[in-house]
Nanobody, 127 residues
Framework: QVQLVESGGGLVQAGGSLRLSCAAS????????MGWFRQAPGKEREFVAV????????YYADSVNGRFTISRDNAKNTVYLQMNSLKPEDTAVYYC????????????????????WGQGTQVTVSS
């Protein structure tokens, strides 16, 4: 079992920045690739970014590429999502998720590839 707890969400103006954190406990953190997803009201949960177990490989959704950065600190069992140049359309509940296997990007973008999920943190970007 892996428990995931997100933090760092909040209200920010368009153009601003936030850094989300996801703290993991339970099984060895380095067993897992870690992803960030988001879900806006009335929409399906969508992929944001993924990082492999070592931190050496990352992949981003086109909508956030160049603005968001995913990273991890395995010594702290934590994965981060640095969000810059935020836009109102980034408003959503952001979830971190853990996958026990590494996937090609097409599969890493699917919620079904992830075994554990956090409870989510709200990010609201005002215009």
């Amino acid at each position: 079992q892996v428990q995931l707890v997100e933090s760092g969400g909040g209200l920010v103006q368009a153009g601003g920045s936030l850094r989300l954190s996801c703290a993991a406990s339970g099984r060895t953190f380095t067993y897992y690739d870690m992803g960030w997803f988001r879900q806006a009201p009335g929409k399906e949960r969508e992929f944001v970014a993924v990082i492999n177990w070592s931190g050496g490989s990352t992949y981003y959704a086109d909508s956030v590429n160049g603005r968001f950065t995913i990273s991890r600190d395995n010594a702290k069992n934590t994965v981060y999502l640095q969000m810059n140049s935020l836009k109102p359309e980034d408003t959503a509940v952001y979830y971190c998720a853990a996958s026990p296997r590494s996937h090609a990007p097409a599969l890493a973008m699917s919620t079904s590839s992830y075994q554990y999920w956090g409870q989510g943190t709200q990010v609201t970007v005002s215009s």
